[in-house]
């Protein structure tokens, strides 16, 4: 983040995109059964007050049916049926779930309660497809809200119950997060919107095919955050206990030494980053802990080169530091790619800037290298000669070098997003007691966001 300091990095501002306030009527019916949408919210027809019931007659919800999510479907033992996708009723955000047979209603899906200030906007996609590999055919739907200007995709899968189903009986905590509705017409569905916050905090709710094929990470990432390490206090609470580990005495490299909390890899694990940079060649190091399933503190592993500067995150000048992100989806699993800018002295008359990013892989916090820029001053006068190159030694311009981060990730599809952090001195927590620790260690995981 040296760079940042010297230099003088371009801010990069978001503009998201806001609700809007006309209701749009919803397109033709479709045939096909996955369907995405990028238009606005359906048509509402105003209808009285009803619940649907298995048999009921279709007629008290027609005015309310959004015709292109709506689909004939083979779906298991429950036949030939159609699966159906009804808009709110007035002065609500939920929309309701059905199959209907022969104009008869024979099965409502789990209920969806939305927060009450958010707005239903669309029905952005249906799929059906095997979530959890259980041979059963399940129901991806990605929802659009709004609020205060803000729109997202929430979503929601049915998971159709399976008598083998023992996820509940290896992990009795998610049990509480189960939302069922029974039926004896046929095999019934149920929401586990544990899976489902999974999702959305890996931000895999931008199309429905983000949503398969991830399962075994789901169960695994169960695993991960199984007994101490389910709840971000208590890891904390090891943190502050085991500083003695990480908050150490070091001999170079020490103009700056601060540490942060955040999330990196948003799988529910914190990541404890303790960073310190100086000396005349400007060198910066990096240590990343968490806490393992034992709730021991862990060390993780990196990639970076033992005698070179290693990327840190840190700001130079003040305790806060803005990081640009881009997450992707790799084989079903999200990488997030945060983007460093370091300073290096290579000799009196020669600096290195070096653009890479960070990413935290199978718990090894990997660098990957984008692009360089050197500057060297020589003869009487001191001129300056700078150069420009990416990691496999193409040239490249100057606006080049500075777009390189945003165009390298682009070509990958990658999302943008921006990440907050908040520093402390090391030294500072040293003599604190486990209370003042545990404080200040929470002090800076609160203030760490993501968007």
């Known amino acids: 983040m040296k760079k940042n300091i010297l230099f003088g990095l371009i801010i990069l501002s978001f503009v998201l995109a806001g609700c ?21 919210q359906e048509e509402v027809t ?50 309701e779930f059905l199959l209907v047979k022969n104009d008869k209603v024979i099965y409502e899906f789990p209920e969806i309660k939305a927060d009450a200030s958010d707005s239903f906007k669309q029905i952005s996609g249906v799929k059906f497809s095997d979530v959890n590999m259980d041979g059963k055919k399940d129901v991806l739907l990605l929802l659009q809200y709004c609020n205060d200007g803000d729109s997202w995709n929430m979503p929601v899968i049915f998971l159709q119950e399976n008598p083998d189903n023992m996820m509940y009986l290896d992990y009795p905590n998610l049990e509480s997060y189960k939302v069922e509705a029974k039926t004896e017409n046929g095999t019934p569905f149920y929401r586990d919107t544990f899976f489902e916050e999974f999702l959305g905090k890996q931000h895999l709710t931008e199309k429905l095919s983000d949503m398969e094929g991830v399962w075994t990470d789901y169960v695994e990432y169960l695993d991960s955050i199984s007994g101490a390490t389910m709840d971000i206090q208590k890891q904390i609470e090891v943190f502050a206990q085991n500083r003695d580990k990480w908050a150490t005495d070091i001999d170079f490299a020490d103009e700056q030494y ?35 399933k034992d709730g021991k503190l862990k060390e993780l592993n990196t990639t970076f080169s033992e005698y070179e500067s290693q990327p840190d995150l840190m700001d130079q000048v003040s305790d806060e530091s803005d990081v640009m992100v881009y997450s992707n989806i790799i084989n079903g699993k999200g990488y997030y790619n945060y983007i460093v800018y370091d300073l290096m002295k290579e000799s009196p008359s020669s600096y290195v800037y070096r653009v890479s990013s960070l990413a935290i892989v199978d718990d090894v916090v990997t660098e990957t290298k984008l692009a360089v820029e050197y ?12 150069s420009y190159k990416d990691y496999t030694g193409a040239e490249l311009t100057e606006e080049e070098y500075y777009a390189y981060a945003a165009a390298y990730y682009d070509a990958q599809n ?21 209370e003042e620790a545990v404080q200040m260690l929470t002090e800076v995981y609160n203030a760490y966001s993501f968007d």
Do not use: C
């Open 414 to 434: 990658a999302a943008e997003h921006q990440a907050h952090f908040q520093w402390k001195d090391v030294s500072d927590i040293v003599n604190a007691s486990d």
């Open 375 to 386: 500057e060297t001053y020589d003869g009487p006068d001191y001129a300056a000669t700078v």
């Open 258 to 292: 601060k540490f942060t909390l955040a999330d990196l890899d948003m799988d529910g694990q914190v990541e404890l980053l303790v960073s310190h940079s100086g000396g005349t060649g400007f060198f910066s190091y990096t240590s990343f802990y968490n806490v393992d």
């Open 20 to 40: 809007k306030q006309d209701v749009k009527e919803e397109k033709e019916a479709s045939t096909e059964v996955t369907k995405e949408l990028s238009g606005g």
């Open 46 to 95: 105003e209808t009285p007050e009803h619940t649907e019931i298995p048999g009921q007659n279709t007629q008290s919800f027609k005015g309310r049916v959004i015709e292109n999510q709506t689909f004939e479907i083979q779906l298991n033992d429950w036949g030939m049926v159609t699966f159906t996708s009804v808009a709110p009723e007035e002065n609500s955000n939920d929309p």
